[in-house]
Protein backbone atom coordinates (compact mmCIF):
# COMPACT_ATOMS: atom_id res chain seq x y z
CA UNK A 1 0.00 0.00 0.00
CA UNK A 2 1.44 3.58 -0.77
CA UNK A 3 2.11 5.87 1.77
CA UNK A 4 1.81 8.89 0.09
CA UNK A 5 0.31 10.14 -3.09
CA UNK A 6 3.22 12.04 -4.71
CA UNK A 7 0.79 15.30 -6.79
CA UNK A 8 2.64 16.74 -9.39
CA UNK A 9 0.32 19.83 -10.55
CA UNK A 10 0.59 23.29 -11.90
CA UNK A 11 -1.29 26.00 -9.42
CA UNK A 12 -2.95 27.23 -13.01
CA UNK A 13 -4.22 23.91 -14.49
CA UNK A 14 -8.32 23.72 -14.55
CA UNK A 15 -7.57 20.45 -14.37
CA UNK A 16 -5.75 20.01 -11.05
CA UNK A 17 -8.63 22.06 -9.62
CA UNK A 18 -11.35 20.16 -11.16
CA UNK A 19 -10.03 17.04 -9.63
CA UNK A 20 -9.18 18.35 -6.72
CA UNK A 21 -11.39 17.72 -4.59
CA UNK A 22 -11.57 13.64 -5.71
CA UNK A 23 -8.31 13.42 -4.74
CA UNK A 24 -8.98 14.68 -1.15
CA UNK A 25 -11.60 12.01 -1.24
CA UNK A 26 -9.42 9.20 -2.38
CA UNK A 27 -6.61 9.98 -0.27
CA UNK A 28 -8.92 9.99 2.86
CA UNK A 29 -10.78 6.85 1.58
CA UNK A 30 -7.10 4.79 1.57
CA UNK A 31 -5.89 7.07 4.14
CA UNK A 32 -2.67 8.27 2.57
CA UNK A 33 -1.39 11.44 2.60
CA UNK A 34 -1.16 13.82 -0.68
CA UNK A 35 2.17 15.15 -0.95
CA UNK A 36 2.17 18.60 -3.02
CA UNK A 37 4.87 18.59 -6.25
CA UNK A 38 3.64 21.79 -7.61
CA UNK A 39 5.06 22.59 -10.97
CA UNK A 40 5.34 23.70 -14.16
CA UNK A 41 5.73 21.32 -17.11
CA UNK A 42 4.59 21.56 -20.46
CA UNK A 43 6.40 22.71 -23.63
CA UNK A 44 9.79 20.35 -21.93
CA UNK A 45 8.10 17.39 -23.07
CA UNK A 46 6.10 18.22 -26.49
CA UNK A 47 2.81 20.10 -24.64
CA UNK A 48 1.43 22.95 -26.61
CA UNK A 49 0.61 25.91 -24.81
CA UNK A 50 -3.25 26.35 -25.01
CA UNK A 51 -3.40 30.17 -25.84
CA UNK A 52 -0.58 28.69 -29.12
CA UNK A 53 -2.61 25.41 -29.98
CA UNK A 54 -5.17 26.27 -32.94
CA UNK A 55 -8.35 27.72 -32.61
CA UNK A 56 -10.00 24.50 -32.96
CA UNK A 57 -8.11 22.59 -30.38
CA UNK A 58 -8.96 25.92 -28.32
CA UNK A 59 -12.48 25.28 -28.34
CA UNK A 60 -13.01 21.96 -27.84
CA UNK A 61 -10.55 22.57 -24.51
CA UNK A 62 -13.20 25.34 -23.33
CA UNK A 63 -16.04 22.66 -24.47
CA UNK A 64 -14.50 19.88 -22.27
CA UNK A 65 -13.83 21.89 -19.74
CA UNK A 66 -17.29 22.86 -19.36
CA UNK A 67 -18.76 19.27 -20.02
CA UNK A 68 -16.61 18.85 -16.83
CA UNK A 69 -17.94 21.49 -14.19
CA UNK A 70 -21.52 20.66 -15.22
CA UNK A 71 -20.64 16.98 -14.68
CA UNK A 72 -18.77 18.12 -11.49
CA UNK A 73 -21.43 20.54 -10.30
CA UNK A 74 -18.30 23.07 -9.84
CA UNK A 75 -18.10 26.88 -10.50
CA UNK A 76 -15.61 27.22 -12.55
CA UNK A 77 -15.43 30.36 -15.33
CA UNK A 78 -13.77 29.23 -18.78
CA UNK A 79 -11.73 32.65 -19.31
CA UNK A 80 -10.79 34.04 -16.14
CA UNK A 81 -9.55 37.33 -15.85
CA UNK A 82 -6.50 35.96 -14.67
CA UNK A 83 -5.43 33.45 -16.84
CA UNK A 84 -3.15 32.44 -18.31
CA UNK A 85 -0.82 33.19 -15.22
CA UNK A 86 2.22 32.34 -13.65
CA UNK A 87 1.40 29.35 -11.36
CA UNK A 88 5.00 29.86 -9.93
CA UNK A 89 4.49 32.55 -7.25
CA UNK A 90 1.50 30.36 -5.79
CA UNK A 91 3.01 26.81 -6.11
CA UNK A 92 6.03 28.59 -3.60
CA UNK A 93 3.59 29.29 -1.02
CA UNK A 94 2.72 25.32 -1.58
CA UNK A 95 5.71 24.16 -0.68
CA UNK A 96 6.22 26.84 1.95
CA UNK A 97 3.22 25.75 3.70
CA UNK A 98 4.26 22.00 2.87
CA UNK A 99 7.50 22.30 4.81
CA UNK A 100 5.70 24.58 7.71
CA UNK A 101 3.32 21.32 7.93
CA UNK A 102 0.07 22.79 6.90
CA UNK A 103 -2.83 21.08 4.83
CA UNK A 104 -0.84 21.87 1.16
CA UNK A 105 -3.24 19.87 -0.75
CA UNK A 106 -6.29 21.78 0.71
CA UNK A 107 -4.26 25.66 0.29
CA UNK A 108 -3.01 24.00 -3.81
CA UNK A 109 -6.93 23.24 -4.10
CA UNK A 110 -7.92 27.12 -2.49
CA UNK A 111 -5.06 29.02 -4.50
CA UNK A 112 -6.71 26.92 -7.94
CA UNK A 113 -10.52 28.05 -6.81
CA UNK A 114 -9.32 31.47 -6.25
CA UNK A 115 -8.17 31.56 -10.13
CA UNK A 116 -10.72 29.61 -11.85
CA UNK A 117 -14.26 30.18 -10.02
CA UNK A 118 -13.33 33.64 -7.51
CA UNK A 119 -11.33 36.21 -10.28
CA UNK A 120 -8.35 36.40 -8.24
CA UNK A 121 -5.33 37.14 -9.31
CA UNK A 122 -3.13 33.89 -7.81
CA UNK A 123 -0.07 35.67 -8.76
CA UNK A 124 -0.05 38.62 -6.51
CA UNK A 125 1.42 38.02 -2.91
CA UNK A 126 -1.58 39.62 -0.82
CA UNK A 127 -4.05 37.40 -2.60
CA UNK A 128 -1.96 34.38 -1.73
CA UNK A 129 -1.58 35.69 2.15
CA UNK A 130 -5.11 36.42 2.62
CA UNK A 131 -6.94 32.82 0.88
CA UNK A 132 -4.35 30.80 2.91
CA UNK A 133 -5.18 33.12 6.14
CA UNK A 134 -8.46 32.46 4.69
CA UNK A 135 -7.71 28.31 5.05
CA UNK A 136 -6.58 28.76 8.86
CA UNK A 137 -2.35 29.21 8.03
CA UNK A 138 -0.19 32.04 8.30
CA UNK A 139 -0.40 33.90 5.24
CA UNK A 140 1.98 36.17 5.58
CA UNK A 141 4.52 34.13 6.90
CA UNK A 142 3.91 31.88 4.20
CA UNK A 143 4.37 34.09 1.77
CA UNK A 144 7.81 35.54 3.04
CA UNK A 145 8.89 31.64 3.52
CA UNK A 146 7.88 31.29 -0.27
CA UNK A 147 11.25 33.37 -1.14
CA UNK A 148 14.03 30.80 0.50
CA UNK A 149 16.22 29.08 -1.08
CA UNK A 150 15.20 25.68 -0.44
CA UNK A 151 11.79 26.22 -1.40
CA UNK A 152 12.96 27.63 -4.86
CA UNK A 153 15.12 24.23 -4.59
CA UNK A 154 12.60 22.13 -4.15
CA UNK A 155 10.55 23.72 -6.85
CA UNK A 156 13.43 23.26 -9.27
CA UNK A 157 13.44 19.22 -7.97
CA UNK A 158 9.71 18.77 -8.62
CA UNK A 159 10.38 19.90 -12.17
CA UNK A 160 13.32 18.20 -12.72
CA UNK A 161 11.42 15.12 -11.57
CA UNK A 162 8.50 15.79 -13.53
CA UNK A 163 10.40 16.31 -16.68
CA UNK A 164 12.37 13.26 -16.61
CA UNK A 165 9.33 10.85 -15.86
CA UNK A 166 8.32 12.65 -18.98
CA UNK A 167 5.33 14.63 -17.79
CA UNK A 168 3.56 17.60 -19.37
CA UNK A 169 0.85 19.31 -18.21
CA UNK A 170 -1.15 18.51 -14.84
CA UNK A 171 -2.06 16.59 -13.01
CA UNK A 172 0.05 14.02 -12.70
CA UNK A 173 -0.45 11.15 -9.43
CA UNK A 174 1.92 9.34 -8.53
Sequence with gaps: MAEAIQYFHSLSSPWAYLGGQRLH???????????????????????????????????????????????????????????????????LVVIAAQRAGYDAARLSHAFLRALWAEEEDTKDAAVLARIADREGMFGSALVAASSAPEVEAEWEENRREAIAAGMFGTSNYV
Design 25 to 91: EIAARYRVAIVCRPITVLTENGGILLRTRPEPRQRYHALELDRWRRYLGMELNLTPRHYPTDPKPAG
